[in-house]
């Protein structure tokens, strides 16, 4: 939903299926109730307006919400912060967006939701600053020089960027305004804003199961077949969290769990593969995508090999003959088969025969 809302969207234009859809095959839908209590013994579950629904196998798939950092409550109130997490939260950011009166806006995230909200939000004309604690705008996903192109590209339409500094504090100034904190190398510096973005990543949904007694840590745990601690419940999804620790945030990656969990709901013994994260992004007219690229203590086992070919610019990151990771811009039309060779694992001759040249 943050990337392409300047332009607007309807609300049905990310359902897999209609409503009617879901009914004519069976579904039981229970649409706008909030679960508030789960009893793994006894097999139920209670809903806000009093219902109880029981169960024989339940799949927990309830997501994450937007990190909300602390703030002066005047601030909160006046609606001038805003997420980009879900659908009606990016239809509210449009809205207040969008008089002539709103200009400069500041957007804080340097990860892919922040710098596709910033560019958005250029779109519709406004004055964006972008800023982020890390040293470049998607530095765990991109490497250095495709983190520079990245940054170039924002600042030659007309982002600002206040990069390396912390949002320590939003505060009302005046009646439809908001001054911001910054915390950087340099010290203190403060700045005046008629909105603010957060773009901060997420924080999972892990109330109702905690209270139920299932096993939580920074999501809930499960294992292989994406079962919790209970044998009859099972999580999916962005809320999940895996055996390694890891949890996603991407659609494919839930996509993939739900399809697991529903067949291992009816007494399958599918196990979850991971699929490697993938950055796709698009800014301005220019694609930037990466896929396993190396954490960077890991970086000197990996031959590097680069191609300069310029606007396509391309990074391969191989060990033991193989390629396990790409950092790659402006090749859109290719992208699927280079999510294959990283996936697949392809071999350095394969991979260059194919897209290196």
């Known amino acids: 939903v943050s990337k392409k809302f300047a332009a607007g969207f309807q609300r049905d234009a990310f359902a897999l299926q209609d409503l009617a859809w879901w009914r004519d095959h069976g579904f039981d839908l229970r649409l706008g109730m909030r679960a508030v209590a789960l009893d793994p013994g006894a097999h139920t579950l209670d809903l806000a307006d009093g219902q109880r629904l029981s169960w024989d196998r339940l799949v927990l798939a309830v997501g994450a919400t937007a990190n909300q950092p602390p703030l002066d409550q005047q601030a909160a109130a006046r609606s001038l912060v805003h997420y980009a997490h879900d659908i009606s939260q990016v239809e509210a950011l449009r809205e207040a967006a969008a008089p002539d009166a709103v200009q400069a806006i500041l957007v804080v995230g340097g990860g892919a939701m922040g710098v596709e909200v910033a560019e958005q939000l250029r779109r519709m004309g406004k004055e964006v600053t972008l800023t982020g604690d890390t040293q470049a705008p998607l530095a765990q996903e991109l490497n250095l020089v495709a983190q520079e192109r990245l940054a170039a590209v924002l600042i030659h339409n007309g982002v600002t960027l206040r990069w390396g500094e912390l949002v320590q504090a939003v505060a009302l100034a005046g009646e439809q305004n908001l001054a911001v904190r910054f915390q950087g190398a340099g010290g203190y510096a403060a700045q005046t804003f008629d909105l603010v973005v957060f773009c901060v990543g997420t924080r999972l949904r892990v109330g109702l199961a905690r209270r139920a007694g299932l096993a939580v840590g920074r999501g809930i745990k499960v294992d292989e077949h994406l079962r919790t601690s209970h044998p009859d419940i099972f999580a999916a999804g962005d809320v999940a969290q895996h055996p390694d620790g890891r949890v996603t945030y991407l659609w494919r990656h839930a996509m993939e769990q739900g399809r697991v969990a529903g ?82 694992g392809w071999t350095r001759r394969k991979f260059e025969e194919a897209l290196m040249h």
Request: net charge neutral.
């Open 263 to 344: 067949l291992n709901v009816l007494g399958g013994e599918q196990r979850h593969r991971h699929i490697p994260f993938r950055l796709k992004v698009k800014v301005f007219g220019r694609y930037f995508f990466a896929l396993g690229r190396p954490a960077p203590e890991d970086l000197k086992r990996h031959e590097v090999v680069e191609v300069h070919d310029d606007p396509r610019y391309l990074c391969a990151y191989y060990l033991e003959g193989r390629l396990t990771g790409l950092v790659m811009i402006d090749d859109e039309e290719n992208q699927r088969r280079y999510n294959q060779a990283v996936v697949e």
